[in-house]
């Protein structure tokens, strides 16, 4: 099997798998996507979504955001980690959202990724949910999995973008990586990984491995 074979394998295992593939950060516009996705950084995304009601409540807009203060920010972000370094990079995105893209949510990876903060996993996920343009989103799961899968062997996630972006039918690509992520919590455990569960063993590399090292039984 080739690995175009596999990658396209992995896509209809897990839509069969998981046919609602949604992203699990709530948010009602494109920069409520965005500010919670950079939320997210090391920070889970159940967090997030307790954190961002009341942030977006006192925060509507990307005029609110740019006149925010900075104290103000930090303490209702405090809870998601890094909370410092968040707060400033939100604050100067939605100023340079006002003033150079008159208050909207850009559309290219090269605009996305001149906000502060916004790195290409952040840009990628924004082009898939609300432009609906090909994506893919590279975090910790889509690592790991495509990973175990036998797809590559590198940890650096602009290397894992590009592999899987010749690897993947693009149509697919945005919604295969948050199946990754919700396959990734519910049976591809980082530490204890329930391969037998699992709807992708039957072409997976780890677990054709772990098969291949299981002492033979007697007869």
């Known amino acids: 099997m080739t690995d ?5 394998c992995a896509v209809e295992a897990l ?3 998981y046919p609602d ?4 950060l709530t948010y009602t516009d494109p920069l409520q996507l965005l500010i919670a996705t950079r939320l997210a950084a090391q ?3 159940a967090r997030v979504n307790m954190v961002t009601p009341a942030l977006f409540a006192r925060f509507p807009d990307v005029n609110a955001f740019a006149d925010a203060s900075l104290e103000e920010v930090e303490d209702l972000i405090r809870t998601c980690g890094l909370y410092k370094t968040k707060a400033r ?7 340079m959202l006002r003033d150079e893209f008159g208050g909207q949510v850009p559309g290219t990876l090269e605009e996305l990724t ?10 990628n996920l924004v082009l898939g949910d609300i432009f609906h343009k090909p994506a893919v989103v590279v975090d910790t799961h889509c690592i790991r999995l495509t990973s175990r899968l036998g797809l590559h062997n590198s940890k ?17 690509s945005n919604n295969f990586c948050h199946r990754l992520v919700l396959h990734g919590r519910a049976v591809c455990d980082a530490r204890k990984p329930n391969c037998p569960a699992c709807c992708m063993n039957a072409f ?3 677990w054709q491995q772990k098969q291949a090292q299981q002492p033979e039984q007697p007869a």
């Open 21 to 24: 593939a949604l992203c699990s």
């Open 156 to 172: 650096d996630p602009y290397k894992v973008e590009m592999i899987l972006k010749d690897l993947l039918p693009p149509e697919e």
């Open 114 to 123: 001149r906000l502060p903060g916004i790195g290409r996993k952040t840009a």
């Open 43 to 45: 920070c889970t995304d």
């Open 15 to 17: 839509k069969k798998e």
């Open 4 to 8: 175009k074979e596999k990658a396209l």
């Open 204 to 206: 997976c590399a780890y």
């Open 89 to 95: 990079d939100i604050i100067a995105l939605c100023k």
